[in-house]
């Protein structure tokens, strides 16, 4: 059996790897929603011009056909920015005209992609074997036209089977590939999940592990790459059958990330199959808080709060480490125990817009001052409840670390 420590560093490789992840948009993505008020549709020539010099001066004047125009398009596809998602920006009366001829599902399997979705409706259009790859295997269908090869070598392999199309791609030619592939369910695809599937094709035992499974929805595939141990279990063919959003899916993730942490930190590894029996991740949670209140101390559950204020603090003291552990659901003193020295527990108090107040406690990882270009990180925010932050207490957090560095740095 491996030691508390050990199992907490195998924990999907990274023990220590940062659990506050926002789906937030870039400047860029922000600024290409614009494009739709510098639109014009010419009716005639079934143009959709787009003039993006004022948001875009590298760009230019773009020139978008029909979905008709494209299906009889002769010339080859033109390299479009591949930053540009127009199925996401605010419709217009210019705008409506280039939309309604694009078949509804055929924009919704473009708008699950972060890139290149010009370029993907283009190829839909002309080729009716991306069409058709495109309603069978989405994911497919994106990564062939993005794997940077030519028009006449992606219509090359659109020509041969499915498994010799994914060898092509650089992913096992496996019959068993092109089932995954084809079982994805997904909301939206960003790096992060593109990652995941990477490493659920490459490595053999999450591939065949999937197998079993009829789609494979974010969670599924979030559990597969994360927690290969639980890969077959019932909570996964569960989890696989459920309609996911993506903060259910962070959360979930954070939530196993917790569960099997507390395990690794108490020695107790062997009770990862009662979470694997689990239905629901509302069991999970249950088992989480019974295993946490079982590890407690009792001896200092009269602790006064008055130790945390509005801004963070640093806490080392073992009975208020345990009473922030209690009150946020988190093991925050357990953690403290085997942690790095550059590493520090933080804790502060927030008030609400409604009056409330909530606490929150972080993990804090400082530079490295032999390192000038080391970065101070934030590797987890918990709030009452083993809560996830939000956007704002990560900014919080942010602005009070960068008028704290000067002082640790020396």
């Known amino acids: 059996m491996k030691s508390g420590l050990q199992f907490r560093s195998a924990l999907s490789g990274s023990a220590h790897r940062p659990l506050v992840q926002f789906a937030q948009s870039s400047s860029l993505d922000l600024r290409q929603k614009h494009l739709s008020k510098f639109c014009y549709w010419e009716e005639f020539d079934q143009v959709l011009w787009v003039d993006a010099r004022k948001l ?47 078949p509804k599902w055929v924009q919704d399997s473009c708008r699950l992609f972060p890139s290149h979705q010009l370029m993907l409706l283009h190829y839909a259009a002309k080729y009716p074997q991306l069409f058709e790859l495109l309603d069978q295997s989405p994911m497919l269908a994106w990564r062939l036209v993005t794997s940077g090869l030519s028009e006449p070598d992606v219509v090359a392999l659109m020509t041969g089977n499915r498994q010799q199309m994914v060898q092509q791609l650089g992913w096992p030619g496996k019959a068993e590939t092109v089932k995954l592939l084809r079982n994805l369910r997904l909301r939206f695809v960003n790096q992060q999940i593109a990652e995941q599937i990477e490493a659920c094709i490459i490595d053999p035992k999450r591939l065949h592990g999937l197998q079993a499974l009829p789609r494979i929805n974010s969670m599924a595939l979030s559990l597969a790459a994360g ?64 295993w946490l209140a079982e590890a407690l101390p009792e001896s200092v559950q009269t602790v006064d709060s008055g130790f945390i204020g509005e801004q963070p603090k640093v806490i080392e003291r073992e009975e208020e480490l345990v009473f922030i552990s209690r009150v946020l659901q988190h093991p925050w003193w357990l953690l403290a125990r085997d942690m790095p020295q550059q590493h520090s527990i933080v804790v502060w108090r927030e008030k609400t817009d409604d009056g409330d107040e909530r606490l929150w406690a972080a993990e804090i990882k400082w530079p490295d001052v032999s390192q000038s270009e080391s970065q101070v990180q934030v590797l987890k925010i918990r709030g009452e409840d083993n809560s996830l932050a939000q956007a704002k207490q990560l900014s919080d957090l942010h602005l009070w670390l960068l008028q704290q560095l000067p002082r640790n740095a020396d």
Not at 252 to 271: F, H, P, Q, S, W
């Open 56 to 102: 875009f001066p590298e760009v230019g004047v773009l020139s978008l056909p029909s979905w008709d125009k494209m299906m009889l398009d002769g010339e080859p596809i033109p390299e479009y920015p591949v930053f540009i998602k127009p199925f996401e920006w605010p419709k217009n009366r210019e705008t409506d005209p280039w939309l309604k001829q694009i």
């Open 227 to 290: 927690f290969p141990q639980l890969i077959g279990s019932r909570l996964h063919k569960s989890l696989a059958q459920l309609p996911c959003r993506p903060l259910q899916c962070q959360a979930m993730v954070a939530l196993l990330e917790d569960a099997l942490l507390l395990l690794a930190l108490l020695g107790a590894e062997d009770n990862v199959a009662q979470l694997a029996e689990c239905r629901f991740l509302t069991d999970v949670e249950r088992l989480y808080k019974q």
